[in-house]
C-alpha cells in the first residue's frame, strides 16, 4: 500500500552507494524519514523543496521507501541567489536540529511553508534568519511570557529588543 503525504524537504543524507535517506517535515506526521533508492529523485529532493511524495505503508520496514515524488512547490530564486541558498541552507540546518517531533502540527508547518515562500520572493531577507528563529522558538513553546511581543514583530529592532532583555 502506497501513501501519499505533502512535506518540506529537509535534507537528503547518502545511505549507501545506491541508496539515500530523505528527511521531511510534513504537516500530518512530523518528523519523517524515507529511503530513496537509485539517482533519479536526487535533483529533485533539494532541501526546503515542498513536494509530494508517495511512500511505502508497510509497517515491516523500518524506514519506509519512496515510490514517487511530484514538486509542488519549488524556491525559484533561493536557488539561484547566494544569500537565499545561505538562508535555505540556514533553514534546513535549524529544521534538521530542532523538528524532532513525528507527530501532526498543522501551524507549524503552514509557517515553515509560508516562510518558504517569503523568502523566495520578498526583495529584502536581510531580518529573516532572526524573524525566522524567534516565530520558530515561539512555535515550538518557547518564549513564556514573551509571546504577545513576539506575535507582533514588525522589525529587526523590535527582535533585538526582545532578546536581549
Not at 15 to 32: A, Q, T, V
Request: charged content about 25%; proline content about 3%.
Amino acid at each position: 500500500m502506497w501513501l501519499l503525504m505533502e512535506a518540506i524537504v529537509i535534507s537528503l543524507q547518502k545511505h549507501n552507494d545506491k541508496s539515500c535517506i530523505l528527511h521531511l517535515y510534513s504537516r500530518e506526521k512530523g518528523r519523517e524519514q524515507c529511503m530513496v533508492y537509485g539517482n533519479k529523485w536526487k535533483s529533485v529532493l533539494t532541501p526546503m523543496a515542498i513536494v509530494d511524495i508517495t511512500y511505502s505503508g508497510n509497517t515491516r520496514l523500518t524506514i519506509p521507501s519512496v515510490g514517487s515524488v511530484t514538486l509542488n512547490y519549488v524556491p525559484k530564486r533561493m536557488h539561484m541567489d547566494v544569500e537565499r541558498q545561505c538562508m535555505a541552507m540556514f533553514m534546513a540546518e535549524v529544521m534538521s536540529k530542532t523538528l524532532r517531533h513525528p507527530m501532526e502540527d498543522v501551524a507549524l508547518y503552514d509557517y515553515l511553508t509560508q516562510v518558504i515562500r517569503d523568502i523566495d520572493t520578498a526583495d529584502n531577507i536581510s531580518e529573516q534568519p532572526m524573524q525566522f528563529l524567534t516565530r520558530l522558538s515561539m512555535l515550538l513553546g518557547y518564549g513564556g511570557e514573551m509571546l504577545d511581543e513576539w506575535r507582533e514583530l514588525k522589525s529587526l529592532e523590535i527582535v533585538k529588543t526582545i532578546l536581549m532583555t
